[in-house]
Structures are given as structure tokens and as C-alpha cells.
């Protein structure tokens, strides 16, 4: 148990922030196609993120939670290297959640103000997202190429929230808000799959030990699936999005699996390359993890808590699924 309590903990955080990332992905992503459309379709499109952006953001706070609780070594290193990111990230996250509410209660004279506060609070918490995103592969590095590859997936990471934005709507949406949405899609998806790209081409470079895992034998061909899955589903979402009978069909879904297993892939290949360790170069699970006794107390906790969210998150998601509707302001 002692060895294993480490490796659940590790995999519940990755499970959450994997989680985060495609739930509160389509979030932002919408925040930031919001200055692309109409006061009316403004409307529905925060509505099609309305029930559900609170519960998005559970993940994320779990998995912080669990880095906290069950590596706390590491999440001192981890927040400390961070820290400007990370509040610059938190300051989007509540200019976001404030531009959400108060768009609703001002009036229409005001109403344009907190939708650009919205996008710029969604472009922000992405791109800080993006940063932390690069900088934790690299190790936490200091050097110039860690800080390029930190831009570079600064830069990747809003690509692909517009893209995961654009297809929720494509679930979510209707008449001209749904053909805006596909149109969206199709300018989104080669900028993310050459951004994705050149993070796959760079991700040896700034990393010795992870080229090492992905250049050697028989650990190549372990990870060959990874990158041909993604081919497959990339091609698969660029044909789909060609076929607007199938999306007006209600099959829009598909392509925002696609990107969901896109996500999933990339989370697996970036397990596989950094484990055992939490932070690259620095500290394993192994030496990081909290005494034996305290993930005992903590994993009853996590046994409790996770299917509670994972049900609730269900139930939201069952609740208000189908077409988003209009807002009302009366």
C-alpha cells in the first residue's frame, strides 16, 4: 500500500486537472469567441456555459487540493515557481466570474463593457494557464529555451480552448449561432494542430529525460498509438466539420469528443514521459508524497468526495442537456 498510495494520488490530480482542462476549456474558449458574434447570440452562448462553468471549476480545486494534501513538497516548490502565473491566472478566473454576473444585471448600456471584461478575463486565465502548463514540463527551468517553450504553450493551450469553445456550441447551438460556430471551428483547427505540433517537436528538445523516454526502444512503440490517435482524430474532426448536414443532424458531439480524446492522449503521454516524477529533474511521487498514514486518512476523504463531484457533475450535465435557450433579463 505504501507504494501504491502515491500512484492513486498522482492519478486522482491528473484524472481532475485532465478534467479542468477539457470541462472549463470550452469555457474560456467560449469567452474568448464571444466578441466574434451578435448581442443575441452573446446571450446564447453564455447560456450554453451557464449551468455549468461553477462545476467546471471543481476540478481544478481538486486538483490543487490533492497536490497540497498528498505532495506538499512539491506543492510548495510547484506554486512557489509559479506564483506570478498563477495570480495572474486567478485574477482572470474573477474577472471572469464577475463579467459573468453582472453582464446579466447591468443594463444594456453597460452590458458590452463586461463582455469584453469576460473575453479578456477568459484570454488571460488561458494563456497564464498556458504558461504554467509549459514551464511545469520543463522542470521549472530558468533558461531562455524554458521560457520560449513556456510561451509557446501559452500560446497553444487558448488555441485549443477556442477549439473545444467552438465545438460545445456546436452541441449547444442553433440556426446562425450554430453555422457561426462551425465556421469558427474550421479557422481553430489548423492553428491548434500546428500549435500542438511544434509542442510535440519541442517537448524532447527542452527535455533530455523525456527525450530519452520517447526516442528509445520498446518505449517508442509503446507511445506510437498516442500521436496516431491523434492524427486519426484530427483528420476525423477536420471531415466532420465538412459535413454540415451531420452537425445540423445533431452529431456535432463528435467533434467535440475528438478533441476530448486529443486531450486524453496528450495527458497519457505526458504521464508516461515524466513519471515517477512530480517535478521534472527536481522530486519523484515517491520522495514528495506525505507520510503513509496521512494519504491513508486523506484517501477516504478523496473516496468520498470524487463521486460525489463526479455524480453532480452528471446531473448538471443531464439536467440542462439538449439546445441552450435564450437568456432573460426580466
Request: charged fraction near 10%.
Amino acid at each position: 500500500m505504501e507504494f501504491w498510495l502515491p500512484i492513486i494520488f498522482v492519478s486522482v490530480m491528473g484524472i481532475a486537472l485532465l478534467a479542468y482542462v477539457i470541462l472549463d476549456g470550452y469555457d474560456l474558449g467560449i469567452g474568448m469567441l464571444l466578441p466574434l458574434a451578435n448581442e443575441k447570440e452573446k446571450d446564447s452562448m453564455i447560456a450554453a456555459i451557464g449551468p455549468f462553468w461553477d462545476a467546471n471549476e471543481t476540478w481544478i480545486v481538486l486538483g490543487i487540493g490533492v497536490l497540497l494534501i498528498a505532495f506538499p513538497q512539491a506543492h510548495g516548490i510547484v506554486l512557489t515557481s509559479l506564483y506570478i502565473p498563477v495570480t495572474i491566472m486567478l485574477f482572470g478566473l474573477i474577472l471572469r466570474g464577475v463579467a459573468f454576473d453582472f453582464r446579466v444585471k447591468a443594463g444594456d448600456n453597460k452590458r458590452k463593457l463586461w463582455n469584453q471584461l469576460f473575453f479578456v478575463g477568459s484570454l488571460t486565465a488561458s494563456v497564464a494557464q498556458g504558461w504554467m502548463l509549459g514551464d511545469y514540463i520543463t522542470g521549472l527551468g530558468d533558461g531562455l529555451i524554458n521560457t520560449l517553450f513556456a510561451l509557446l504553450i501559452a500560446i497553444t493551450l487558448p488555441a485549443l480552448y477556442v477549439m473545444l469553445g467552438a465545438s460545445w456550441l456546436l452541441i449547444k447551438s442553433s440556426d446562425e449561432l450554430l453555422n457561426k460556430a462551425v465556421r469558427w471551428a474550421r479557422v481553430a483547427l489548423l492553428p491548434m494542430g500546428i500549435a500542438l505540433l511544434l509542442v510535440s517537436i519541442a517537448t524532447p528538445i527542452v527535455s533530455t529525460e523525456i527525450a530519452e523516454k520517447w526516442f528509445t526502444l520498446p518505449n517508442a512503440i509503446g507511445l506510437l498509438p498516442i500521436p496516431l490517435t491523434c492524427g486519426f482524430c484530427f483528420l476525423g474532426i477536420g471531415w466532420m466539420l465538412g459535413r454540415n448536414d451531420l452537425i445540423h443532424d445533431g452529431h456535432g458531439w463528435v467533434v467535440f469528443a475528438g478533441l476530448a480524446i486529443i486531450c486524453l492522449m496528450a495527458a497519457l503521454g505526458l504521464a508516461y514521459s515524466i513519471y515517477p516524477w512530480i517535478i521534472l529533474g527536481q522530486l519523484t511521487i515517491f520522495e514528495s508524497a506525505s507520510a503513509t498514514a496521512s494519504l491513508e486518512f486523506a484517501l477516504v476523504g478523496v473516496l468520498l468526495t470524487v463521486p460525489m463531484i463526479v455524480a453532480y457533475t452528471l446531473f448538471v450535465y443531464w439536467i440542462f442537456r439538449g439546445k441552450a435557450q435564450g437568456l432573460s433579463y426580466e
